[in-house]
């Protein structure tokens, strides 16, 4: 098992959370689709803090928004108008193009939780945007828990669409479970550590980590040796190379520029054949930054 650590981020916004990120890192860019892991709190909050992100773009990826505690409230420019609750997935797709803002609620105290990416496959990136939310019904069994919320595992299998072969699930061990999870071999696979004391098949894997196990695996021993609560992600290797800069995925730095372009024309003129903004935001949108000085690296 390969661990990746996590490095702390300032999340965009007028006042900065910061989260964990986990994935990109120079050394894995993808596991799976999953190309984006930021993993945040325990943090207390109140009205004046928080989750502030106003109306930006995305294209060319799913996000995948999936809470432990709090309330957060989310508006796209398709017209969706959802709260992502703990325990319940939201998937945007941003296709050929969306915005939307993310803010949590005024009657939030604590905010926990992950806020994931996906990056979509050649011949779906283009598709039309489009949101779902499924809450999971609980699977478990002696000293453990799970909710599948995107793909199959331990039985269950989510409902939600996705563009490529996934998984997404959050379990929960009780201290002193030892849990033989069936793995799909064709996956690779990555296990996030939210808390407790965890040994993946007998490694430790330390707090806020993330463990990768490489496809070929048929299944993977979880062991808690405190109460552990774990996000377990994976995918069939994702097989080509994005261009991932601020909010967009792309192919190439030319179309990621034109992205870039578009939003601002967007925020100039008021329209844009590929963006628009939410409806009744409370904030003005993000302008995106200057672009960067060299050319943008494929990877993957
Ligand atoms: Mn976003």
């Known amino acids: 098992m390969e661990i990746l650590t996590p490095r702390d981020v ?7 959370m910061n989260v964990r990120r986990t994935l990109p890192q120079r050394q894995r860019t993808l596991i799976g689709a999953w190309c984006f892991v930021d993993h945040y709190g325990p943090d207390p909050v109140d009205p004046s803090s928080g989750m502030v992100v106003p109306p930006h773009p995305h294209t ?11 309330e ?19 998937l945007m797709t941003a296709g050929r193009g969306i915005s939307h803002s993310e803010y949590s609620t005024p009657g939030t105290t604590t905010l926990h939780g ?5 990056a979509l496959p050649d011949g779906s990136r283009q598709v039309d945007p489009a949101f779902e939310h499924y809450a ?3 699977i478990g069994g002696g000293g453990w828990e799970a909710r ?7 039985g269950d299998t989510s409902p939600v669409t996705t563009y490529s072969p996934l998984l997404g699930a959050e379990l929960r061990l009780r201290a002193g479970t030892t849990l033989t999870v069936e793995l799909d071999p064709t996956y690779e696979h990555g296990i996030l550590l939210d808390s407790g004391v965890l040994r993946v098949d007998g490694k430790p894997l330390e707090r806020n980590g993330l463990g990768y196990l490489e496809p070929g695996a048929s299944q993977v021993v979880l062991t808690a040796d405190e109460d552990a609560l774990l996000l377990a992600l994976g995918g069939t290797p994702f097989g080509e190379q994005i261009v991932m800069w601020w909010n967009f995925i792309g192919r190439e730095h030319e179309e990621v520029a034109e992205y870039r372009a578009q939003w601002q024309h967007l925020l ?26 060299a050319r943008m690296v494929k990877r993957g």
Do not use: K, Y
């Open 10 to 16: 300032p999340l965009g916004g007028i006042r900065a």
């Open 60 to 70: 060319g990826l799913q996000t995948v928004s999936w809470l432990f505690t709090g």
């Open 72 to 90: 957060i409230e989310h508006r796209d420019s398709a017209g969706h108008h959802a709260m992502v609750r703990p325990g319940e997935v939201n």
């Open 114 to 118: 992950a806020q994931l990416w996906l």
């Open 136 to 138: 999971p019904s609980p």
């Open 148 to 154: 599948v919320f995107l793909g199959s595992l331990l």
């Open 268 to 293: 100039e003129t008021g329209a844009d054949e590929r963006f628009s903004l939410p409806q009744d935001d409370p904030l003005p949108a993000l302008p995106a930054p200057e672009l960067p000085h």
